[in-house]
């Protein structure tokens, strides 16, 4: 065997082991690669706290929400989906929504707000929430005393009679059928058969 044959084998060995080596690496790489273009599931947590949410808001016929009990689990939800909120675990158009529903359910500003901008990355991933995007838009505005823009929020003082929170009337019918929510006079038509109901 000559001197360039041997260097020839040895460099044609080198190339084989080279690739076995290698292989495995490239392998783990691409399987690594299928894993991050997965898409993110769900959050069963906050599929839960959501369902909780709303079997609290929907009494058996003929009982009333006991609000005794709703108001403590209310805020117990809030605080942990605060915390999902916090551990960037709201990774689905789903868990923004589902996060949304219970932080609009708060009675402070700021929750209101996060509620609406998680509805907004919610409609960015191809959820259609747009009414509860403008039901925590309305929310938000309500609690610093400002008027809604889209006629979502009623107010009983209590005495069984309903009204429609004072409204901004800059908002088109359009831009109300587009985040699918009544228009200011069909608004005010809900108001009148909510209190014929009383």
Not at 17 to 40: C, E, H, M, W, Y
Not at 61 to 76: C, Q, T
Not at 85 to 106: K, P, V
Not at 151 to 158: C, D, M, V
């Amino acid at each position: 065997m000559t001197n360039r044959s041997f260097k020839l084998l040895l460099l044609s060995s080198l190339m084989v082991q080279g690739a076995i080596l290698i292989a495995p690496a490239n392998t783990f790489r691409s399987v690594k690669a299928q894993s991050a273009d997965a898409p993110p599931e769900d959050n069963q947590e906050l599929a839960r706290l959501m369902r909780e949410d709303q079997a609290d808001r929907t009494p058996p016929p003929g009982e009333s929400i006991n609000w005794k009990i709703v108001v403590p689990r209310d805020r117990a939800r809030l605080v942990r989906v605060k915390e999902i909120y916090q551990q960037n675990q709201l990774q689905t158009g789903t868990d923004n929504f589902e996060a949304a529903l219970i932080l609009q359910h708060s009675d402070l500003p700021e929750d209101y707000l996060l509620a609406h901008e998680l509805c907004i990355v919610a409609i960015s991933k191809g959820k259609h929430v747009e009414s509860l995007a403008a039901a925590s838009e309305d929310r938000f505005l309500m609690s610093l005393g400002r008027p809604q823009r889209f006629g979502t929020q009623f107010l009983s003082r209590g005495n069984g009679v309903y009204r429609l929170y004072k409204m901004d009337a800059g908002v088109t019918d359009q831009l109300h059928r587009m985040m699918h929510v009544p228009t200011a006079a069909e608004a005010l038509r809900k108001e009148a058969e909510m209190n014929k109901r009383n």
